[in-house]
Every structure is written in C-alpha cells, then in structure tokens.
C-alpha cells in the first residue's frame, strides 16, 4: 500500500523568501507523484507532476520539485514567495494515476 | 474549454437523509473521480467511474454510490447520512486510454453540512 507524509503542518515564511515544502512517500511499487494547491474555499489545483524521466520537474507559479527515489522524496520549492502563495499545498501519490493517496497538506503562509 | 463543474456549492441536510452531489466533466475526459475533503485534512478517494462503471473504490461503506452517464457527467449519492459525512466533495476528471489515466483535475467542490 503506499502512503504519503507532509512532515509540516504549516510553514510561515516572509515575502521573496525562499521555501521548501517536505513530502515522503511510501510505496513498493513504482508511483507518480504530484502537488497540488489548494487556495481558501476552492478546489485542488495541479502544481506539477512526475511521471518519469527528469528528476527535477518544473511547475506553474514558480514551484519546482525534485523526485528522490533513494530518500523516497518530492519536495515542493520556490526561490521567492509571493503574498499570493498563501495556501494549503498537498502531495499525492499514485501507482498509476487513477486512485490519488494524499497527504494531510502543508498551510504555507507568506507574511509581508 | 471548459474545466469541471460541480453543484451545489453548499448543502444542508439533516442526520438520516439522503444526498446527491454533480459533476460535469472537462471536456475531452471521459473518467470522474470522487473525493471526500474533511476539515483540516486531505482528500481521500471514494470511487472512480469509468464507461458508466465503477473502476475502483476507496475505504467508504455502501451507502455511498455513484453514477457515470454516457455524457460523462457524475452523480455521487450518499444515504443515511451520518454527522461524519460533513466535508468538501471533490470531483475529479481525467482521460483514460489503454496506457492508463492522466492527470485528474478537480472541481471546486460542494460542502456538504451534516445537522
């Protein structure tokens, strides 16, 4: 069965600064990962996805993420935070795409 | 191209009664998935529809169904609803092919308020 851990509740950070949004998973079958926002009273958003190939995959609003197999990792990140950020970021697994595993989120909150 | 819809928005029901939630697909996805979103936690998958059948199923009882039409628009209907069963519903659709299903992309979701 696979399983995903967001090690961080929430993550406040200032405004341009850099972040980091932890994500571990738990899988014995090969999976595709993915993260989504979820801004205040609205549905998920897809950030960005790994299927295969590159390790680094790039997303939208400035967000990347990193696939780690050896640490069974996909760290979200960002070099500047925006105001516009603040929301609730998940991370998902899936052994093919059908059936999404969430984690329980992460509250990234940018102050000014 | 327009993007997945789901309605109500909001529903008050009391304890006992039944409820049915809607979705309308994205254009060109003919696979709907449906999530339940408690407070302060993250989505948990229900069952996906797939050629008007259920393609698989999360930990939920019986007494939440589904129905896919043949426009690919969804129904979710949950009976004998308990106060647990209050949550954001999430519907999700995607395109399936032979190699497997691409990405889901969601609704913004109906709250649902159990009394």
């Known amino acids: 069965a696979q399983s995903v851990t967001q090690l961080d509740s929430q993550v406040p950070v200032f405004e341009e600064a850099p972040v980091e949004l932890r994500c571990n998973y738990s899988?014995?079958?090969?999976?595709?990962l993915f993260w989504y926002v979820q801004y205040p009273n609205q549905g998920l958003q897809l950030l960005l996805k790994?299927?295969?190939?590159?390790?680094l995959v790039k997303g939208i609003n400035g967000f990347e993420a990193e696939f780690n197999k050896s640490q069974t990792s996909f760290h979200l990140r960002k070099p500047s935070v925006h105001i516009s950020d603040t929301a609730e970021y998940f991370c998902?697994?899936?052994?093919?795409?059908?059936?999404?595993?969430f984690g329980t989120g992460t509250r990234l909150q940018v102050f000014p | 191209e327009t993007g997945v819809t789901q309605s109500p928005t909001h529903l008050i029901k009391t304890r006992g009664q039944q409820v049915t939630l809607r979705c309308s697909s994205q254009?060109?996805?003919?696979?709907v998935s449906w999530y339940q979103q408690a407070l302060g936690q993250g989505p948990q998958f229900i069952f996906q529809?797939?050629?008007?059948?259920?393609?698989g199923r999360g930990n939920f009882p019986p007494r939440f169904s589904g129905l896919q039409f043949p426009n690919y628009s969804s129904e979710l209907n949950v009976n004998a609803l308990e106060l647990d069963d209050s949550a954001l519903y999430l519907c999700?659709?995607?395109?399936?092919?032979?190699?497997?299903?691409?990405?889901?992309?969601f609704g913004p979701g109906t709250r649902l308020t159990v009394l």
């Open positions: 529809y797939y050629r008007e059948e259920e393609n």
């Open positions: 999700a659709s995607s395109h399936r092919t032979q190699a497997g299903t691409d990405t889901q992309y």
């Open positions: 790994y299927l295969s190939g590159s390790t």
């Open positions: 998902a697994v899936s052994p093919s795409s059908d059936k999404l595993i």
């Open positions: 254009s060109g996805h003919n696979t």
């Open positions: 899988s014995s079958v090969s999976v595709y």
